[in-house]
T-cell receptor, first 114, second 116 residues
């Protein structure tokens, strides 16, 4: 069975601190996708990144970076120099290669305090 | 920018009412999905479709039903709403593989349903 675990239910930091959101997944598939989505208070899901299972290259996009380690089945997300606008719920998701059905983690509520 | 729309955004209805949540996308995507999000945040797949006249149940059992008569339209219906159906419902679509698009799901803004 496929499963995604985000062990941190809530994180609260002061603005400008770096923060890492953890994501661990379980799957028997050899090919799959991994995603991160942001959900602001308005409720929509905003796509942040997609990774294919055969692409372990880490990625940086501005203040955001992602560390994919297949050996530990982890896909962690780091925000550098956090800002109040980063406050949201963040979801990690595992996507089926054929159907693109998504299995979501429980979400991490991130609060950035001024 | 994704073109996928859900209506209504918010809905408060009484127990026993029949409701339909609308989802439309203008991108010509074949694959569409409905996810239910509990008040406690977790999202679960309840329905999906590979194209016209194709509908499948997702991982989470749901009393709702869906239809796919047109590519762009994937409505979700509750014949008799109950308080346990109170949730947010998110619709998504994905480009057809090989169409040149990415494979991330584009999500609508969601419908927050409250059954009283």
């Amino acid at each position: 069975a496929q499963k995604v675990t985000q062990a941190q239910t809530e994180i609260s930091v002061v603005e400008k601190e770096d923060v890492t959101l953890d994501c661990v997944y379980e799957t028997r598939d050899t090919t799959y996708y991994l995603f991160w989505y942001k959900q602001p208070p308005s409720g929509e899901l905003v796509f942040l990144i997609r990774r294919n299972s055969f692409d372990e290259q880490n990625e940086i996009s501005g203040r955001y970076s992602w560390n994919f380690q297949k050996s530990t089945s982890s896909f962690n997300f780091t925000i550098t120099a956090s800002q109040v606008v980063d406050s949201a719920v963040y979801f990690c998701a595992l996507g089926d290669w054929e159907d693109q059905k998504l299995v979501f983690g429980q979400g991490t509520r991130l609060t950035i305090n001024p | 920018e994704a073109d996928i729309y859900q209506t209504p955004r918010y809905l408060v209805i009484g127990t026993g009412k029949k409701i339909t949540l609308e989802c439309s996308q203008t991108m010509g995507h074949d694959k569409m999905y409905w996810y239910q999000q509990d008040p406690g945040m977790e999202l679960h797949l309840i329905h999906y479709s590979y194209g016209v006249n194709s509908t499948e149940k997702g991982d989470l059992s749901s009393e709702s039903t869906v239809s796919r008569i047109r590519t762009e339209h994937f409505p979700l219906t509750l014949e008799s709403a109950r308080p346990s159906h109170t949730s947010q419902y998110l619709c998504a679509s994905i480009p057809t593989p090989g169409s040149g698009g990415n494979t991330e799901a584009f999500f609508g803004q969601g419908t927050r349903l409250t059954v009283v």
